[in-house]
C-alpha cells in the first residue's frame, strides 16, 4: 500500500477514536497531564488534532486549521523523556485500535515529528545555535 493511501485504509472515523482515547488518556497520566493541562477545549483540540492527523496522513483538508508545530511547543519546554513518554502512549493507543501494519504506518509519522520536537529542547535562543548534546 502506498503511503499516502494510509488516510483511506485507516478511515476518518478510527483516527478521531484513536485521537479521542489518547487525549483522555494523556489527562491522567503521570507526567503529560501536567503540561497538557493548558488546553482549555478538549473537544476542539480533538477535533483540531483529528484533522492534523487525517491531512498528515493523506487526506483532504476540511477545516481551515493552521498548525503551527514549532511556535506551540517550543514554550512548553518539552525534555526528551517527555517526547518518549507521549510516544510510549500513543504507539499503545494506535496497538489497541489498529492492525499492526496501519498502526505502524501512523507511529512512524509521529516518530519523525518527534524528531523535530526533540531539536526545539536544544535550540539556546541566547546563543543562537543548537546546544551540543552531554
Ligand atoms: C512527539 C510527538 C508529538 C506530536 C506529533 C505532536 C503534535 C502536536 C500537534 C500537531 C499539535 C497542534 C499544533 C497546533 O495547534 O498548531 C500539538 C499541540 C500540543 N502539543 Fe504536541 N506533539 C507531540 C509531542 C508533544 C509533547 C511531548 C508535549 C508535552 C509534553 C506536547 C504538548 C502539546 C500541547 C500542550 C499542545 C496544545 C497547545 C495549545 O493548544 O496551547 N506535544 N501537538
Known amino acids: 500500500m502506498r503511503q499516502r493511501d494510509t488516510h483511506t485504509a485507516i ?3 478510527a483516527i478521531c477514536r484513536v485521537v479521542d482515547d489518547f487525549y483522555d488518556r494523556i489527562q491522567h497520566h503521570s507526567t503529560l497531564a501536567e503540561p497538557f493541562a493548558r488546553v482549555k477545549d478538549w473537544p476542539e483540540h480533538k477535533a483540531r488534532l483529528s484533522h492534523f492527523w487525517w491531512i498528515s496522513l493523506g487526506g483532504e483538508r476540511y477545516r481551515d486549521d493552521q498548525y503551527r508545530v514549532a511556535s506551540t511547543h517550543l514554550p ?3 525534555s526528551d523523556a517527555l517526547v518518549d513518554d507521549w510516544l510510549a502512549l500513543f504507539h499503545a493507543t494506535l496497538d489497541d485500535h489498529l492492525e499492526p501494519e496501519l498502526a505502524a504506518q501512523w507511529f512512524q509519522r509521529a516518530e519523525h ?3 523535530s520536537i526533540r ?3 536544544e535550540w539556546k535562543p541566547e546563543s543562537g545555535h543548537l546546544a551540543q548534546r552531554a
Open 11 to 13: 478511515g476518518h472515523e
Open 76 to 78: 512548553i519546554g518539552i
Open 119 to 121: 531539536m526545539l529542547g
Open 113 to 115: 515529528m518527534g524528531r
